[in-house]
C-alpha cells in the first residue's frame, strides 16, 4: 500500500492510494486485473493496471513522469 503524499491537482482524490500485488504468472495477474478492475471498494472505483517491474524494484511506487491521471 502506497499513500500519495501530497496527490496532484491534475489527478483525481480517488488515486491519493495505490496497492499493489505482486504474482509469480502472468495469468494470475491477468484474473485479477480483468476482477478488480471497476470494483467499488471503500466508497471509491478500482483502477486496476499493471505496473512497471522495475520501477516496483527500485520502490518507485508514486505517479510517473508522462503517466496519464486517473
Do not use: H, K
Not at 494470475?28 to 516496483?56: H, K, P
Amino acid at each position: 500500500i502506497f499513500e500519495l503524499e501530497d496527490p496532484d491537482p491534475g489527478r483525481s482524490e480517488g488515486e491519493a492510494v495505490r496497492v499493489f500485488a505482486e504474482f509469480t504468472e502472468a495469468a494470475s495477474a491477468a484474473r485479477c486485473l480483468e476482477g478488480m478492475n471497476g470494483r467499488f471498494f471503500g466508497g471509491r472505483t478500482i483502477q486496476a493496471s499493471y505496473y512497471s517491474e522495475a520501477l516496483f524494484a527500485e520502490n518507485e511506487l508514486g505517479p510517473q513522469p508522462g503517466e496519464p491521471p486517473a
